[in-house]
C-alpha cells in the first residue's frame, strides 16, 4: 500500500464517521501523500497527515505501526478527555 492509497483509507474512515463533516482530503497532496504546509483549520486531520507521514519513509508503509500510532493516540485523547471531565464536576 503507498502512502496516497493509505491516507486515502485514512480519509474515507473520518468522513464515514463524522458523517461526512470532517475530511483529511486538503491536508495531503493527492500526488505525494505528502503534508500541505499551510493547510489550517482541522487540527486532528494535520495531526493524522503529519504522524502517518513521520512514520512512513521512502521505503514504503508501514500500515501496523500507522494502527499503533493511532490507537495509542486515541488512548492519550480519551484519557485528556477523562481528565478534563472530571475537572469539570
Do not use: K
Amino acid at each position: 500500500m503507498s502512502l496516497v492509497e493509505l491516507l486515502n483509507v485514512l480519509d474515507s474512515a473520518y468522513a464515514r464517521e463524522s458523517e461526512g463533516l470532517c475530511r483529511l482530503e486538503g491536508f495531503f497532496d493527492p500526488a505525494t501523500g505528502r503534508e500541505v504546509a499551510d493547510a489550517i483549520g482541522d487540527t486532528l486531520a494535520v495531526f493524522v497527515v503529519r504522524e502517518v507521514n513521520d512514520l512512513c519513509d521512502t521505503d514504503g508503509v508501514d500500515a501496523e505501526g500507522v494502527q499503533q500510532a493511532l490507537f495509542r493516540a486515541a488512548e492519550d485523547l480519551y484519557a485528556m478527555a477523562r481528565a478534563a471531565g472530571d475537572h469539570i464536576r
